[in-house]
């Protein structure tokens, strides 16, 4: 069983910063394809961000590519997210993720990820 918990959200202005961070426990982190989904209010969870088990490869949704950054280090069972260039349209839930298996290209649908963080808020104001 894996288990995450979401760290590093807060409110911004526009065109700042924030990074997440995501721990994870149980199971063989370095068999994880892992991912940042984000939810709106009355709209679907949608994904961010999507990294390979070894770090070799990343993916992006169009919305974020150029001002957001997906890491991973697999020693210390942690993910991160860094968000620049923040947008009122990126405030949202955002949510850590993982699915078993070495799995590219990434699945960016939510309900193929068997495991997720509780969320944490990001609020960008204008």
């Known amino acids: 069983q894996v288990e995450l918990a979401e760290s590093g959200g807060g409110l911004v202005q526009a065109g700042g910063s924030l990074r997440l961070s995501c721990a994870a426990s149980?199971?063989?982190?370095?068999?994880?394809?892992m991912a940042w989904f984000r939810q709106a209010p009355g709209t679907v969870r949608e994904i961010v961000a999507a990294i390979r088990w070894n770090g070799a490869n990343t993916y992006y949704a169009d919305s974020v590519k150029g001002r957001f950054t997906i890491s991973r280090d697999n020693a210390k069972m942690t993910i991160g997210l860094q968000m620049d260039a923040l947008k009122p349209e990126d405030t949202a839930v955002y949510y850590c993720a993982a699915v078993p298996g070495r799995l590219w290209p990434s699945p960016t649908q939510s309900t193929t990820y068997n495991y997720w963080g509780q969320g944490t808020q990001v609020t960008v104001s204008s």
């Open positions: 149980g199971g063989f982190f370095d068999s994880q394809t």
